[in-house]
């Protein structure tokens, strides 16, 4: 009877339907790699911005996105975007991706836009 009354209970094990699992577990991998990883890396890519360029140039400018390894840039004036291109095209981007290791930056792209808008959640 102990054999048998066990047999029944592991066939209740198997054949019940499991209960939903309705936790937010599954989205720790999703969140790490999309939002914990680039938020690591905007933070050391920003500290390396903040020391490496000029504080002209810094007080015109605002850091919006890096996204596969390139980082976009907005400034407030075509003035400002020339001066900063030229900046970065004699070493400044160099400095700055090795400055943020272990983010890997590729390329930092220029926008003339307005610095001081609230940013946008992309």
Known sequence: ??????????LRQWRNFKGRDVSM???DKWFKAEV????????NIGQA????????LLAKSRLERFYRGTL?????SSATLYALDRELRSGLQKQIA???RPASL????LVVGNVNAPTDNR
Request: proline letters at 5%.
């Open 1 to 10: 009877m102990d054999s048998q009354q066990k047999h029944l209970e592991n």
């Open 25 to 27: 577990g599954f989205l």
């Open 36 to 43: 914990g990883k680039p938020f690591k890396q905007m933070g």
């Open 49 to 56: 911005w903040a020391e490496l360029v000029p504080t002209e």
């Open 72 to 76: 976009t840039v907005t400034v407030d």
């Open 98 to 100: 090795q400055a943020s």
């Open 106 to 109: 590729n390329r930092v792209k």
